[in-house]
Structure formats: structure tokens, C-alpha cells
């Protein structure tokens, strides 16, 4: 399809375990961001990347958040030793660098039991 | 961080009738953006302001651009029940990156 994709769209996990979520965004889109939702709560900026440069990774809430973009494409957030407060929806988006409309895609719900 | 208040932070209306919805900030942005999320999907762009004073419609969705720049307004005319959904405010600051800050939503409920 032409839009952002993720997958899983559903992750459950054990407190503790590692996960991976990962975004497909619009072919030629040099911009990536991630954000978390909580429960009925707006999004939380997590991380960008654009082209590039480094990622601008001021929104991760620790260092067991970390994220990858492979060939300026496919990105992977990962989550290590979740915990429960981690469980939320993970959306991606992408857009054309400094044109600003941001197409998110179906998100990621992960659930830390 | 910058913050953008948007507000009500929800809303029940009948169908049919109109809805407004803002967001207002301390700060100056470059571009407003009004997303709409319906339940387990991400948010989807209704309407891009790139100039203060700009006043862009979409079909039954009216938005503008503050002209003070720091704030924005989103009306839907004639509500249906497909308008149920979250709507966010989403802007990026003047001298900002490409970053956008965003709202905290407003829950729209349509009684038909």
C-alpha cells in the first residue's frame, strides 16, 4: 500500500522481555518520527530521524528505548526489559522533511502484563 | 516542553449541529495541523495551515491559522456520526526543527 505501515499491530509481552516494533513509512519520505499514546492520552513525541543526520532522540523516557532507521527507510523502535508502564499504542509517521504533514500509520498496541 | 492547550477537551452534540474546537500556545508556529483519530487507527490529516491568517476548508471542516500565529480553530459544520472520533491540534514552532508539538485531543461524540 502507499501508506505507513507497523508491525506487529499487536504486541503482548512479559514484564521484562525485549520487543521490537517496526514502521514502513511512504517511499520517499526522509522523515521518520515515533510516538507513544497512553490510554485516551495524546501523543508523546519519542524520536525523529531525518535523512541523514543524527536522530533527534530527546522524547525517549530511558535508556532502554532505542531506535533504528536502516538505509533511510524501515525503522525499528525497540523496548528492553518493558515494564508495565511501557503498554500503550506506538505510532509512526513519516513526511517530506520540512513540509510538515505527517502521515501516521495504524500504530503498534503493546501490553506489558 | 512548548505546549499547545487545546480545548474543550470533549464535546456531545447532536447531529447536525456545528462544532468548534481551538488550541492556543505562548509560542509562535510556522504551521497548525488538525488530525482526527477514530478508535485503533492513527491520526489522520484533515486539514495543513502554513500562513497566519489563512483560512482552509474541507469539505463540512473550516480551519484558520491565528493571526497572532500562536493560535488555531477548527469548525466541522453540520455534524454526522462519522465525525465521532479524537481530534488533535498539531503545530510546529518558529525556529523549531521539523518536530510538530501536538495538542492533547478533543473527544467529539455525535448523537444521531
Known amino acids: 500500500g502507499a501508506g505507513v505501515s507497523q508491525s506487529p499491530s499487536n504486541k503482548v509481552t512479559e514484564k521484562g522481555k525485549d520487543v521490537e516494533l517496526r514502521c514502513d513509512p511512504i517511499?520517499?519520505?526522509?522523515?521518520l518520527y515515533w510516538y507513544r499514546q497512553s490510554l485516551g492520552q495524546g501523543l508523546e513525541f519519542l524520536i525523529y530521524?531525518?535523512?541523514?543526520?543524527?536522530?533527534?532522540k530527546s522524547g525517549l523516557p530511558s535508556d532502554r528505548f532505542s531506535a533504528e532507521r536502516t538505509g533511510g527507510s524501515v525503522s525499528t523502535l525497540t523496548i528492553q526489559r518493558t515494564q508495565q508502564e511501557d503498554s500503550a499504542v506506538y505510532l509512526c509517521?513519516?513526511?517530506?522533511?520540512?513540509?510538515?504533514?505527517?502521515?501516521f500509520g495504524p500504530g503498534t498496541r503493546l501490553t506489558v502484563l | 516542553g512548548q505546549q499547545l492547550n487545546q480545548s474543550p477537551q470533549s464535546m456531545f452534540i447532536q447531529e447536525g449541529e456545528d462544532v468548534s474546537m481551538n488550541c492556543t500556545s505562548s509560542?509562535?508556529?510556522?504551521?497548525w495541523l488538525w488530525y482526527k483519530q477514530d478508535p485503533g487507527e492513527g491520526p489522520v490529516l484533515l486539514i495543513a495551515?502554513?500562513?497566519?491568517?489563512e483560512l482552509t476548508s474541507n469539505g463540512r471542516l473550516t480551519a484558520q491559522f491565528g493571526i497572532t500565529r500562536k493560535d488555531s480553530f477548527l469548525n466541522i459544520s453540520a455534524s454526522i456520526p462519522s465525525d465521532v472520533g479524537i481530534y488533535f491540534c498539531?503545530?510546529?514552532?518558529?525556529?523549531?526543527?521539523?518536530?510538530?508539538?501536538f495538542g492533547k485531543g478533543m473527544k467529539l461524540t455525535v448523537n444521531p
Open positions: 530521524f531525518q535523512g541523514n543526520s543524527a536522530p533527534d
Open positions: 509517521a513519516s513526511s517530506l522533511g520540512q513540509i510538515n504533514e505527517q502521515f
Open positions: 495551515l502554513y500562513k497566519a491568517g
Open positions: 509560542s509562535i508556529f510556522n504551521t
Open positions: 517511499s520517499g519520505h526522509t522523515a
Open positions: 498539531a503545530g510546529q514552532l518558529k525556529g523549531g526543527s521539523e518536530k510538530l508539538v
